[in-house]
């Protein structure tokens, strides 16, 4: 339990997000056990569960397969312990945790320097309507919508159809537009960092064709890698992919609201908290993003008030499906459906 300085109940009913910054400094700093341990406790079983998948393969190919779709778990897990890599919350060492983080995209099939360099984009600029764009999932205000012609709008629609966001969507990220570092590919670094790891995919590709042929990438790379894109994708969404969801216009934005009240805390089961490493928690993350993941826990512990905020269950979570539009008179997201009761 940290020694926190004690507060009254008005000071933490009044405490601003700012304010909040200066709380959760405390619980930045990152236990080298610990994250050696939830390593191994992720890549371990991650390992394992290959071997189990590529032996099974001799006695049910649905075996095989409903091993690898277990096994999606855990490398949504290292995504996970990738993430915090980009932020530096994981270990102390800046080049021990870059380091794993580009070993560990080899496996999530996503460059690490190209993927850090576009989520410090959305962090600084999370809920600003005028810097939508890299890192962030395509959102239009109502104005915006209505001002496309009718083709364009078509095309909105589709790509906010769930079974384009969700089902086609996640799969062409990772196994395609990965591939290269698009929105920076003005810079040598990121072009070095997506051709590593895709040599590094290719590499390990060609190494498990060679020894098992094609069964394997097709039965436990495949269905594994898809279903952690799309669990990552959903868990992506409904962080801030909900009704009172927070977006301003650039001269109204600021940084640590943003934060706090345009996040979710996603409520999950324990299993699924510890297999998501505990990204629900994402306005703390998102308003201090160098705690590490294990210690997100910690600060609802501390700080009761914050699990309050924007809280939202997995029946909540389903509704969000058909938000698709920011409604700025009104402050919330609507669906398509919700424009004919709008004046025009």
């Known amino acids: 339990m940290l020694n926190l300085p004690e507060t009254t109940k008005i000071e933490r009913e009044t405490r601003d997000a700012r304010d909040w910054v200066r709380v959760l400094a405390a619980y930045r700093e990152p236990s080298s056990w610990r994250s050696s341990f939830e390593l191994a406790v992720t890549i371990g079983p991650f390992l394992a569960l290959w071997i189990l998948a590529w032996w099974s393969l001799g ?3 649905w075996l095989t397969f409903g091993i690898s779709l277990v096994n999606g778990a855990f490398l949504l897990r290292l995504f996970a312990i990738q993430h915090d890599c980009g932020h530096g919350a994981f270990f102390k060492n800046k080049n021990v945790s870059d380091w794993l983080g580009r070993v560990i995209g080899i496996l999530t099939l996503t460059p690490y320097d190209v993927w850090r ?4 984009i959305h962090h600084g600029s999370a809920g600003n309507l005028g810097r939508r764009g890299l890192g962030d999932i395509n959102t239009l205000t109502v104005e915006e919508y209505r001002a496309l012609k009718p083709l364009n709008r078509i095309l909105y629609r589709l790509y906010r159809n769930p079974i384009v966001l969700f089902g086609l969507g996640p799969g062409y990220m990772f196994l395609l537009e990965y591939r ?3 929105g920076l ?15 590094g995919i290719f590499l390990a590709l060609g190494t ?5 042929g094609l069964m ?3 039965l436990i790379f495949l269905p594994s890698t898809l279903l952690a894109a799309t669990a990552g994708v959903w868990l992506f969404y409904v962080q801030h992919q909900f009704e009172t969801t927070q977006w301003e216009q650039e001269e109204d934005w600021q940084l640590h609201d943003a934060a706090l009240h345009g996040s979710s805390y996603y409520v999950l089961p324990p299993v699924l908290q510890w297999l998501t490493a505990n990204i629900g928690i994402h306005h703390v993350h998102h308003l201090y993003s160098r705690i590490p993941f294990y210690r997100l826990p910690e600060v609802l512990r501390d700080h009761c008030e914050l699990a309050k905020i924007n809280r939202m269950t997995i029946i909540e979570s389903l509704k969000t499906v058909r938000l698709s539009l920011w409604d700025a008179k009104a402050r919330r997201l609507i669906a398509f459906s919700d424009l004919k009761a709008l004046p025009t």
């Open 208 to 212: 498990i064709f060679y020894f098992g």
């Open 117 to 120: 360099r576009a989520h410090a």
């Open 185 to 199: 590919t003005e810079h040598a670094r990121y072009w070095i960092s997506a051709m590593a790891t895709n040599a």
């Open 180 to 182: 290269l570092p698009l």
């Open 216 to 218: 394997p990438i097709l």
């Open 59 to 61: 006695v049910s190919y």
